[in-house]
């Protein structure tokens, strides 16, 4: 039987979306689907925000992939008309010696990006948001900025229609298989075939891509929203985007938006779940600890509670994304594990995405992603 699709996308989030954008614009015809309605809550890509930084302090082979993200998400305004993008500058803060740091001066050193390391002193009086222990210094690079994450899902599901794209929500890939060259992907609606298959799936990859034996755990994360007691104090470019790295583990912020107000998270492991078994509610408890934390470091930035949201983080024990081809079936490429730090790279992942599944390889170098590092 003719295969309906050339290829088929299991999964809409950011990274599922930003595939089917990508093959759409190539020409092939591409469905993308996904079990959820569109914008649901229950998955990764949901929300006002998400930070973008150049010299990535996870690893330095990141840097090439968010530098092409960049100039890939201003394609997207361009395309679709869209503010998708706000450059705000951030802040990496901690003592010298932690990962938050170091990580972030050795890429900026490794690829000659601009950034400044500031002692407590010079924090305090450049950034007076940040109430700086006399032990911590700040490292600063301007080309980092806010993703409107709703507006860029939105984004790159509208554009790939527009490139001629079919998008379907609320069908469910109950399972996929080989079928000769191609694949066949069985749905409540029935089956569908296609020549290739890219799957994204998110927090429920575990589920989805369970005979690859990939290490993945999803987490619940949450996150708060605050209104200050001076807006003006914890707007960018006075109060960037941070990453913290505080007693109580490692912290996050985005610079005030009005309307959403500061927006501060953890970026700690979290509670371990499936998407069906996660809490979806975020107790007084936890905004209170929130709070604390928060207005000892930032004093004056939890005054008033807005409002707060779960998500779930897909995790690998390195904390690396996985992006390869099934090595038993080449005509599936697979992308998950994005441990709470993916959404930037969501157009070039897309990239990567289209071509692992066109052309077997791609010129972006993802070797460190590879799903064989997990291998006994």
Not at 5 to 16: E, R
Not at 54 to 76: D, I, S, T
Not at 161 to 180: E, F, K, L, M
Request: hydrophobic share 40%.
């Amino acid at each position: 039987m003719e295969p309906a699709y050339d290829v088929i996308v299991v999964g809409l989030g950011v990274i599922g979306a930003s595939a089917v954008w990508q093959l759409a614009g190539r020409g092939v015809r591409v469905l993308g689907i996904d079990a959820h309605a569109r914008g649901h809550l229950l998955g990764s890509s949901h929300g006002r925000s998400r930070i973008i930084r150049e010299a990535y302090y996870e690893a330095v082979e990141y840097v090439p992939l968010v530098q092409r993200a960049f100039g890939q998400w201003r394609e997207l305004e361009a395309e679709s008309g869209l503010d998708l993008l706000a450059m705000t500058g951030c802040l990496n803060i901690g003592t010298p010696g932690t990962h938050v740091v170091d990580g972030v001066i050795a890429s900026a050193r490794t690829h000659g990006l601009e950034c400044e390391v500031l002692d407590a002193g010079a924090m305090r009086r450049r950034f007076p948001a940040f109430h700086l222990p006399d032990d911590q210094i700040g490292v600063y690079q301007p080309n980092a900025g806010i993703l409107n994450a709703d507006a860029c899902v939105g984004a790159l599901l509208d554009g790939a229609v527009s490139r001629g794209a079919t998008i379907r929500h609320g069908i469910a890939a109950t399972s996929w298989r080989a079928d000769g060259d191609g694949v066949a992907v069985d749905t409540q609606e029935g089956t569908i075939r296609a020549g290739k298959l890219v799957v994204a799936a998110g927090p429920w990859s575990s589920a989805v891509l369970a005979r690859l034996g990939l290490p993945l755990q999803a987490v619940r994360q949450y996150v708060t929203h605050f209104e200050p007691n001076d807006p003006s104090r914890f707007t960018a470019p006075t109060c960037p985007a941070f990453i913290w790295d505080v007693p109580e583990g490692e912290v996050y912020g985005i610079p005030y938006i009005p309307g959403h107000g500061l927006k501060v998270g953890g970026h700690d492991p979290g509670q371990p779940c499936t998407p069906e078994t996660a809490n979806r509610v975020v107790s007084h408890a936890e905004v209170e600890m929130v709070r604390a934390i928060f207005e000892r470091c930032m004093p004056g930035s939890a005054t008033q509670f807005l409002g707060a949201l779960t998500c779930l983080y897909t995790l690998t024990p390195d904390r690396h994304f996985v992006i390869d081809i099934d090595p038993a079936h080449e005509q599936v490429a697979v992308a998950a594990g994005f441990s709470g730090h993916g959404f930037k790279f969501g157009p070039t992942i897309g990239e990567v995405l289209a071509d692992l599944a066109l052309d077997g390889g791609t010129r972006h170098d993802i070797r460190f992603l590879s799903a064989s590092r997990f291998k006994a």
